[in-house]
Structures are given as structure tokens and as C-alpha cells.
């Protein structure tokens, strides 16, 4: 694990948004703010970088973002369902031009069957085009699983700016 690699994607991430004159916004729920900590590493990040959501508890989800409670009873915070309503609240909050959502299970407990360690969900979103969302699944510790679901919104962040 390298924070310095994750300030290098967040720079980059930078140079795409003032470049398309954007500003961004995050949700996290198992990360804890760790994407909003790489974003605000690069010098010069408030030229692009509006806010940070941490919204770990799923009283904390539905009360500042808006999700369903019904939702998460039904699928769980860990799901493309929740992640895509957790970016969109995000936005809607913040007014900011793209959104980058992540809820996964860490570990070491806290999985099941279904949704074992290591599995995170993530949703973007960039202005007026149709929100994608992922679900990826992640190996190793607590931190390596954090690590990669960082790493992971934030290149996918990048990918979606440059294909719009």
C-alpha cells in the first residue's frame, strides 16, 4: 500500500476536472474519509474538490443523503442500490458536477455468504449522464481492502471523465 500513489491518481483526477471545469464530490462508508484525505493531499486541490460525505451507519445514510431505509433493509448497505442512491445524495447536497460512491465490507468480519469480506460496491456519477455502478471484490487485511476500493474510485473516476 502507497498513499503516495494515491495523491499521484488524485493529481491526475485534478488536471481532468479543471480541465472540464468540474468539481467533485465522495461518499465513503467503509473507506472513512480516505479518498476525501488522498483528494485534499494535492496542493491545489480546492480548485476542483467540493466535498466529503462519510456516512458509515445507516442512520447517518438515510438522515444526510437520502437513502431509503426501506433500501437498506432490503439490500443491504452493501449494494449498487444504496451506492447509487448514496452519490446521488451526495450531488444533490453538495451541488457538485461528479460523485463517486463506495460501501463495501472490510473485514475481518462482517461478511457473509453473499457479500463476503473484501466486497465493495461503488457508483459514479458525472453531470448529466447516466450513473454506472460496480461491485468489485478486494483481497486481503482490513487496510488492503480499503486501500484498493480508494484506489478503485478514484481511477474510476478518472475513467469515466475521459470518456465524457
Avoid at 15 to 41: H, M, Y
Avoid at 94 to 107: E, N, T
Wanted: glycine share 10%.
Amino acid at each position: 500500500m502507497n498513499q503516495e500513489k494515491l495523491i499521484l491518481i488524485s493529481a491526475e483526477l485534478g488536471e481532468l476536472l479543471k480541465e472540464k471545469n468540474l468539481s467533485l464530490t465522495c461518499v465513503e462508508s467503509c473507506t472513512g474519509g480516505w479518498v476525501g484525505q488522498s483528494i485534499t493531499s494535492v496542493p491545489g486541490s480546492s480548485e476542483w474538490f467540493d466535498s466529503s460525505f462519510v456516512t458509515y451507519s445507516y442512520k447517518a445514510k438515510a438522515q444526510i443523503l437520502g437513502v431509503s431505509s426501506n433500501d437498506l433493509d432490503t439490500f443491504g448497505a452493501v449494494s449498487e442500490e444504496i451506492a447509487r442512491q448514496m452519490v446521488s445524495g451526495a450531488i444533490n447536497k453538495s451541488g457538485a458536477d461528479v460523485g463517486v460512491a463506495i460501501s463495501g465490507i472490510a473485514g475481518p468480519a462482517g461478511g457473509t455468504e453473499s457479500k463476503p469480506v473484501g466486497t465493495v460496491c461503488f457508483a459514479w456519477k458525472v453531470a448529466l449522464h447516466p450513473l454506472i455502478t460496480s461491485t468489485e471484490y478486494f483481497s486481503g487485511n482490513r487496510d488492503e481492502v480499503r486501500f484498493s476500493s480508494v484506489e478503485r474510485a478514484l481511477l474510476g473516476t478518472i475513467d469515466i471523465l475521459k470518456q465524457h
